[in-house]
């Protein structure tokens, strides 16, 4: 706990593959596991289930929907720590690192029954933050006015979200590559598999501690990596975007 461990922080961490990814994070990472939940009080009896166990996550609440929320943790990350060392999900945090977006293989199905135009754009290795916030607002109002497929968007918006996922984890890790080389940092998206969690229902193939698999992996990638760095990956290997 002191400013000079190490930290590593999972959003989203009071259940499913959050709470499996903390607690493997737990007993492998050198340092201390932030676990932050939007629900306190959830969050707080994930922390008790996991200390049970003989592990000693640290609890820190946040909305990734809430800046003020970010802010609060980015300052409490600061001064307990002097920053981030690994970030597993996507919370618009100051990190250094590691850093691992969860994204899905649906992105990649989504992606394929986007129109051309639309694939194109989003395998860009120039689209900006900016353009791809434009093309997500458009999906919406595009579907609010029924018009989506019409447009060349698939017919979910799920895999629409995850492409967003996955493209803005391309963006980050280019700006990365642009203006933090030298803090050697890696960034990518990745998919856990088709997980047993409250969304995907009880006949998915893999637990939530085999779907953590993958996101542990990339997050402790040793210090010395060069990389993946901003790349989709699954089953711990780099996939076609």
Request: proline residues 5%; contains cysteine; aromatic residues 6%.
């Amino acid at each position: 706990m002191s400013s000079h461990s190490r930290v590593a922080l999972v959003t989203g961490a009071n259940k499913g593959i959050g709470f499996a990814i903390t607690r493997e994070l737990c007993r492998r990472f050198s340092g201390d596991v932030v676990l932050t939940a939007r629900d306190a009080a959830r969050g707080r009896a994930a922390v008790q289930q996991l200390q049970a166990e003989g592990l000693s996550p640290r609890f820190h609440q946040l909305d990734i929907d809430d800046p003020q929320s970010i802010r609060v943790l980015r300052d409490f990350l600061r001064r307990e720590y002097g920053g981030l060392d690994v970030l597993v999900n996507n919370a618009g945090i100051a990190f250094k690192g590691r850093v691992v977006n969860v994204s899905s293989f649906v992105s990649v199905s989504a992606l394929g029954s986007c129109s051309p135009e639309l694939q194109q754009k989003f395998r860009s290795e120039t689209i900006t933050e900016e353009e791809l916030a434009g093309l997500m607002n458009k999906f919406v109002e595009d579907t609010k006015n029924g018009v989506h497929q019409k447009e060349g968007w698939p017919n979910t918006a799920y895999g629409v979200t995850k492409i967003g996922v996955t493209v803005l984890s391309r963006i980050q890790a280019r700006q990365l590559n642009e203006q933090r080389r030298g803090d050697k940092i890696l960034l990518n998206a990745c998919c856990p598999g088709w997980v047993r969690t409250d969304m995907a229902g009880p006949k998915a193939t893999k637990s939530p501690e085999e779907g953590a698999e993958t996101p542990v992996y990339l997050a402790l990638l040793p210090p010395d990596a060069e990389g993946p760095h901003g790349q989709f990956v699954s089953e711990k290997k780099v996939q076609e975007w």
